[in-house]
Nanobody, 122 residues
Framework: QVRLVESGGGLVQAGGSLRLSCVAS????????MRWYRQQTLGNERELVA????????IYSSGVKGRFTISRDDVKKTLYLQMNALEPEDTGVYYC???????????????WGQGTQVTVSS
């Protein structure tokens, strides 16, 4: 069974930094694209924040570009999000998402973590 577990959220003042981590576990064959989403208001859609390809190429939403950095360690099967210059508008629940192929399947599936709360105070 593949699992994604996030950590690193918390309360920080505006202008501060946090680093989120997401560890994938299970009988994993390969990990394709990995992404961070956030949900700023309960019931709203999740917003795509950043994407990283298997080759390390990255894409960011316009609201975080220049402040956030997504990275991955494929040996540790871990996804990271370094968040700097945080703003109150960055408050929300952050979810990691990954396309993962495990030993039970010849195709990949989409997996989600449980989310980690980030709160930025003004």
């Amino acid at each position: 069974q593949v699992r994604l577990v996030e950590s690193g959220g918390g309360l920080v003042q505006a202008g501060g930094s946090l680093r989120l981590s997401c560890v994938a576990s299970g009988r994993i064959v390969s990990v394709n694209f990995m992404r961070w989403y956030r949900q700023q208001t309960l019931g709203n859609e999740r917003e795509l924040v950043a994407t990283i390809a298997p080759n390390g190429a990255t894409i960011y939403s316009s609201g975080v570009k220049g402040r956030f950095t997504i990275s991955r360690d494929d040996v540790k099967k871990t996804l990271y999000l370094q968040m700097n210059a945080l703003e109150p508008e960055d408050t929300g629940v952050y979810y990691c998402n990954a396309e993962i192929r495990d030993y039970s399947s010849i195709t990949g599936s989409d997996y989600w973590g449980q989310g980690t709360q980030v709160t930025v105070s003004s």
